[in-house]
């Protein structure tokens, strides 16, 4: 009668993990330490992500309201370097053009804008002057904070519109105040909320063309004529703006679409989170290198334990399990942690920033899928060492 050949024992998936458990464990301090490599890693990375994400959703929300179709004709420079002048029927002109639903101007104005007349004339208060339309913010999708915008009464009498940053320099608060233009005072009746397609308005006091003509010297030629059109038609109006602006004279004419100065930040939004993930990729490595190397010094302090579990017949695959395993679990464990932490600040970020917390699940599951792989590589070697020991050599080391 022949006996059959014994066959090495199989842990059970369970017993894997808790035999993977036991040395991280034992050394609690040396684990955090180890793990916080990894999850410092992990939640640069989380972060990084969702926050670029939040920023982007937050600014295409804001374009999608603001509109992409606003496009503006600014006078330049003629062939000679001077400055041009806008015909005083471009708006007319504009609104000519088929798909054209929406047409307004502003006009500069040489105006010395100050506080008061105990001011210097020599001190400006760094704020611009111009004469403006009254269907403005309707064509900008812009609104007041305080106070009224103009209308057909108040275009013609000597009172203004600050932009928000124009009445912070200006210290003004609310409509009823008074501020100069050149010498004569005007009244404030009311406050923008910030423009965001058209940012130099901020800083601008506004006032209606008639009153302009009248109070100001203004010649009555627009500056800049601002154009809105249905989003399948922008391109065929931008091809034929200037040319329409100015007939003979179209290269004097600058054509811009301001929605492409957000939509250009966006896109540098995103170059910086390259920059950063590659950051958070480095964070992870050094994470992986702390934990190799608590693996190789895990290996060198059990020796005895690996040289009895072999005496008692642990194959080499078996020793090289249980420490693969111990280095995914200590990984998982950083990993999660990272996750979690990455999770958070992007939410609290966020949530003060006023943005729709967006967290790509995919950055998430990257995240703990990376830090996997970087356990099975930190912990190949040091297995591969362990089951490599002799029992002998190793149950007689010290």
């Known amino acids: 009668m022949t006996g059959s050949a014994l066959q090495p024992a199989r842990l059970a998936g369970a017993d894997i993990l808790r035999i993977g458990a036991v040395g991280l464990r034992a050394r609690r301090a040396r684990v955090v330490l180890s793990a916080l490599g990894i999850a410092i890693g992990i939640a640069t990375m989380v972060a990084v992500v969702g926050l670029s ?52 101007a502003i006009g500069q104005l040489d105006t010395r804008i100050r506080r008061s007349d105990v001011v210097p004339e020599d001190q400006p208060a760094g704020v611009t002057a111009q004469a403006a339309r009254t269907d403005l913010l309707t064509t900008l999708n812009a609104s007041t904070a305080k106070g009224r915008w103009l209308d057909r009464a108040s275009e013609r009498l000597p009172v203004t519109v600050l932009g928000a940053v124009a009445a912070e320099r200006l210290g003004i608060t609310g409509p009823g105040e008074k501020i100069m233009m050149n010498n004569r005072y005007v009244v404030v009746i009311g406050i923008l909320r ?140 950083g990993g999660a942690a990272g996750a979690a932490l990455g999770a958070a600040a992007t939410s609290t970020f966020a949530m003060a920033q006023g943005w729709e917390v967006v967290i790509p699940l995919w950055s998430l599951g990257g995240g703990l899928a990376a830090t996997l792989l970087i356990g099975i590589l930190a912990g190949l070697y040091p297995a591969i060492r362990a089951s490599g020991l002799h029992p002998t050599v190793a149950l007689h080391a010290t």
């Not at 800083?203 to 249905?230: K, N, Q, W």
């Not at 109006?237 to 054509?255: D, F, H, N, Q």
């Open 194 to 333: 910030p423009v965001e397609l058209v940012p130099n308005l901020d800083r601008v006091a506004l006032i209606g063309f008639p009153a302009a003509e009248r109070y100001l010297g203004f010649d009555g030629h627009p500056t800049t004529v601002f154009e809105r059109s249905p989003d399948a038609s922008v391109e065929d109006v931008r091809a034929v703006l200037a040319r329409t602006v100015m007939p003979g004279s179209e290269g004097s004419v600058k054509v811009s679409r301001p929605s492409d100065a957000l939509a250009a930040k966006a896109a540098a939004d995103q170059g910086l989170t390259s920059l950063m993930l590659g950051l958070g990729a480095v964070a992870l490595l050094v994470g992986g290198v702390g934990v190799a190397n608590t693996m190789v010094i895990s290996v060198l302090e059990r020796r005895q334990e690996i040289g009895l579990r072999r005496a008692l017949g642990a194959t080499k695959g078996a020793i090289r399990l249980q420490f693969v395993t111990e280095s995914l679990l200590l990984s998982a464990l």
């Open 53 to 104: 994400t939040s920023s982007r959703a937050d600014l295409m929300g804001r374009l999608d309201r603001l509109g992409t179709n606003l496009l503006t004709a600014e006078a330049g420079k003629d062939a000679l370097g001077q400055d041009v002048k806008l015909p005083k029927n471009a708006e007319p002109m504009v609104e000519r053009i088929g798909p054209v639903q929406q047409a307004t």
